[in-house]
């Protein structure tokens, strides 16, 4: 099993950044594809990013791309969310998940963290 941790959210004004971190602990991450993914108040859990193994390769939800990048450091054990020019529909709960394979549903995912809240205001 892998533990993880998530960090680094906040509340921040439109048109800031935040940077998440994902720390895994138990397994490394190497062996697994990470997802972020993210969660607000009535609503289904929702893809952001995802990146393979090595970091080669990146996927992203349309709402984000050009805004928000996923990266890793395997050596370190953990994942990163650069989140820029953040809008107030980027508030959510953030959540970093495992998954065997290069996906972006939620149910292919496995190991969550507890998440981390991010609010952005106008």
């Known amino acids: 099993q892998v533990q993880l941790v998530e960090s680094g959210g906040g509340l921040v004004q439109a048109g800031g950044s935040l940077r998440l971190s994902c720390a895994a602990s138990?397994?490394?991450?190497?062996?697994?594809?990470m997802g972020w993914f993210r969660q607000s108040p009535g609503k289904e859990r929702e893809f952001v990013a995802s990146?393979?193994?090595?970091?080669?390769?990146?996927s992203y939800a349309d709402s984000v791309k050009g805004r928000l990048t996923i990266s890793r450091d395997n050596a370190k054990n953990t994942a990163y969310l650069q989140m820029n020019s953040l809008k107030p529909e980027d508030t959510a709960v953030y959540y970093c998940?495992?998954?065997?394979?290069?996906?972006?549903?939620?149910?292919?995912?496995?190991?969550w963290g507890q998440g981390t809240q991010v609010t952005v205001s106008s």
């Open positions: 998940a495992t998954s065997v394979g290069y996906y972006n549903l939620a149910r292919f995912y496995d190991n």
């Open positions: 138990g397994r490394t991450i190497s062996n697994y594809v």
């Open positions: 990146i393979t193994r090595s970091g080669g390769d990146t």
